[in-house]
């Protein structure tokens, strides 16, 4: 029985923390590619509620320190049993 008990417990801690994660193009410019890389990061719940406020290519690029123009913006979503992961990648100058 406790073997049984155990089993159950490691299928149900491995589906929680499987995931998959794919990357889609959000945009591309005309601005040459740069050297810079920023990453935006959240947490998203239910599918809608995205729990970091700043999310998003603005944020991205600050974090990147890219002041010149973006070249390229990317969004890659790991999706977990219960939520998601969000990143907004950018390029740029």
Same mark, same amino acid.
């Given at each position: 029985? =406790?073997?049984?008990?155990? %089993?159950? @417990? @490691? *299928?149900? *801690?491995?589906?929680?923390?499987?995931?998959?994660?794919?990357?889609?193009? &959000?945009? &591309?410019? !005309?601005?040459?590619? %740069?050297? =810079?890389? %920023? &990453?935006? !990061?959240?947490?998203?719940?239910?599918?809608?509620?995205?729990?970091?406020?700043?999310?998003?290519?603005?944020?991205?690029?600050?974090?990147?320190?890219?002041?010149?123009?973006?070249?390229? &913006?990317? !969004? =890659?979503?790991?999706?977990?049993?219960?939520?998601? =992961?969000?990143?907004?990648?950018?390029? %740029?100058?």
């Amino acid at each position: 029985m =406790k073997r049984r008990v155990l %089993g159950i @417990a @490691a *299928v149900a *801690v491995t589906a929680l923390m499987s995931s998959c994660a794919m990357t889609l193009p &959000v945009t &591309v410019t !005309e601005n040459p590619i %740069g050297s =810079k890389t %920023g &990453v935006s !990061e959240s947490v998203v719940i239910f599918g809608s509620i995205y729990l970091n406020g700043d999310y998003g290519v603005a944020d991205a690029a600050e974090q990147g320190k890219i002041k010149g123009g973006i070249s390229t &913006v990317d !969004e =890659k979503t790991t999706n977990y049993v219960v939520f998601q =992961k969000k990143e907004m990648i950018v390029t %740029g100058e």
